[in-house]
């Protein structure tokens, strides 16, 4: 039953990572190759490592990892701190996949830290949620809830309700 439940929250996560799409249609990998060439502007190249970052999460996860690394490295470049964060968040989700969870706890804090330091609220309910998941899929149960306490927090601040409720959907499968 436990491990059913793990397998649902995982999948909720996933989805929720990628909740800025939700109402775009997903560029396939196959496209975002034939668009990417280095003639491309960079704010472009940042968008295409960004899309091929999210299709490579359920295909191939060093890839993922590899695409994730090249848009912060391009969003630092481009001074776009948001965009940094978000690659924080995706590179911190790609080592939950992979079961390497104390990379994942390092840039999902990282990624709090940094959203805090910008009022980007929302990327640190983001990633304070992501952080609560990898505490809770180590039985820190304690850790966990005051993760997502501070998800509340942050999505409370800019009134995210889908944060909100994915938060109290994990706080409540702990219980």
């Known amino acids: 039953m436990l491990k ?22 997903s560029p396939s990998i196959e496209a975002l ?18 899309d091929l970052s999210v299709q490579y ?18 969003a630092e470049k481009l001074n776009k701190p948001k965009n940094v964060i978000d690659a924080d968040i995706d590179i ?3 080592y939950v996949l992979t079961d390497v969870k104390d990379s994942a706890v390092f840039y ?11 009022d980007e609220y929302g990327l640190a309910g983001r ?10 899929r180590v039985s820190a149960f304690n850790f966990a809830v005051e993760k997502y306490n501070e998800a509340l927090l ?7 309700s889908r ?10 499968s702990i219980y």
Do not use: C, W
């Open 4 to 25: 059913s439940k793990n397998i649902i929250l995982f999948l909720l996560m996933l989805s929720f990572l990628q909740f800025y799409s939700a109402f775009a249609q």
């Open 33 to 50: 190759y034939k668009k990417y060439n280095e003639r491309l502007h960079d704010s472009v190249k940042l968008k295409i490592y960004r």
């Open 57 to 74: 999460t359920s295909v191939d996860i060093p890839i993922k990892i590899n695409y994730s690394r090249k848009y912060k490295k391009l």
């Open 92 to 94: 911190g989700m790609a």
């Open 108 to 118: 999902f804090t990282k990624a709090i830290e940094s959203a805090k330091n910008i």
């Open 127 to 136: 990633a304070a949620l992501n952080l609560g998941y990898v505490y809770e």
């Open 154 to 160: 942050f999505f409370k601040k800019v009134d995210y």
């Open 163 to 172: 944060g909100l409720g994915q938060t109290y959907t994990n706080i409540g």
